[in-house]
């Protein structure tokens, strides 16, 4: 049986396909919105630290980051909504002279990118993370409007305005396949209904890759499994995420920020990587993680850990997201986030609207240029 008739239909309502959702909407498109989970946001969505930063080392995630900021920063001044912004800032540290000279070398592309960042002594990077260890800190980088907001929050909130622009949500509803002629989609099929559709956007995050293959689109979007912790709340210490991009045995960067409620959250990424979608929580993990916490803000060794869980980032070899439109003329992907839908969520659903309805603009033409699917895989991003 056939459904209803869509200008654009949006596979997935995390944090890519419930903004993208709503800027559709807000260009008067009828727009329904397909995911497998019971609401906005249940997939990798609410597993993300809640982390915003436009601090990048490619020029096209710095521009998204920035749009994304803004739109956070001014979110509930202009649609009511508290969904946790605070903005601490980023800052990343050095302990050794060639991540000082890589972060020497970022920073005058960054700023010409038009994010405000600066390097910053090892003093001042005493004062911006007071207990910090000072044992051979040479200093880092500080970029004082990022900053963090409640994932869930947000995407209820993004979810909120699309609804009452029209946008329809459909829950507990699986793509199964879709049906084409003449070079364009004309049907989405779900394990409930089928629903023909002008565009159709593969915001599918994990399930990228699978999505793609039903409209013949073979995209390099890989899940790999990362794990994150919270602990118990204290009185602030400190203000800003505080990055180390050193490696260690058993693991590479790590990250952690006390929120609002004083908890300090935070996340490591695994090396080598952890392939697939398994969601358990490990057992090596917060060993792991806290040795490396304390040895750099020595203040965490009192702290009770109350919980941890398990995400998926749905990585790109580069480790920078794919913006493009691929395969049948009317389908687009806005995959491979590598971890970082939600603090680009927002902007990307802005770019992939105007590229959706013919309205992008010189920015927004470099972005998906920077972005495109056939892009020169050769390199990763130095921050991803």
């Known amino acids: 049986m056939g459904g209803s008739n869509y200008d654009a239909v949006v596979i997935g309502a995390g944090s890519v396909g419930t903004p993208l959702a709503m800027n559709l909407a807000e260009k008067g498109l009828r727009v329904l919105c397909l995911d497998s989970n019971p609401s906005a946001g249940q997939g990798n969505n609410k597993c993300a630290i809640g982390g ?15 749009r994304s900021l803004e739109i956070f920063r001014s979110w509930e001044r202009e649609h009511g909504d508290d969904i946790g912004w605070y903005q601490g800032g980023y800052t990343y540290v050095a302990y050794d002279g060639e991540t000082m000279d890589l972060f020497r070398s970022n920073v005058p592309g960054q700023q010409q990118a038009g994010l405000d960042i600066r390097i910053i002594d090892a003093g001042e990077m005493m004062e911006l993370v007071p207990g910090i260890n000072p044992d051979g800190l040479l200093g880092g980088t500080w970029s004082p409007g990022d900053g963090s907001a409640s994932p869930m929050t947000s995407c209820y909130a993004f979810c909120r305005r699309a609804r009452g622009l029209s946008a329809e949500f459909r829950f507990r509803e699986r793509v199964t396949g879709m049906e084409a002629s003449g070079g364009r989609i004309t049907r989405v099929m779900t394990d409930r209904e089928s629903y023909g559709c002008g565009a159709v956007i593969n915001c599918a995050g994990s399930f990228a890759l699978e999505v793609g293959r039903m409209a013949g689109a073979e995209l390099p979007v890989y899940p790999e499994s990362h794990e994150a912790g919270v602990t118990e709340p204290v009185k602030r210490l400190f203000d800003p995420m505080v990055v180390d991009i050193r490696k260690a045995p058993g693991s590479a960067n790590y990250y952690f920020y006390q929120h609002d409620t004083g908890q300090v959250v935070f996340c490591i990424t695994p090396d080598p990587p952890v392939p697939g979608t398994d969601t358990d929580e490990t057992s090596g993990f917060l060993p792991l993680v ?40 009317n389908h687009y992907v806005a995959v491979g986030m590598c971890g970082q839908g939600f ?17 992008e603009t010189g920015e927004d033409r470099q972005v998906l240029d920077e972005l495109r699917l056939d892009r020169q895989f050769t390199s990763e991003e130095a921050l991803k």
């Open 343 to 359: 603090m680009l969520g927002p902007g990307i659903g802005e770019v992939m609207a105007r590229f959706i309805t013919g309205q």
């Open 52 to 66: 915003a930063r436009a601090t990048h080392s490619e020029p096209a995630k710095v521009i998204l980051g920035l």
């Open 290 to 329: 806290a040795l490396r916490m304390t040895d750099l803000y020595p203040r965490l060794g009192n702290l009770k850990v109350r919980r941890t869980w398990r995400g998926i980032y749905p990585m790109s070899p580069d480790g920078s997201p794919i913006l493009d439109r691929v395969g049948p003329d």
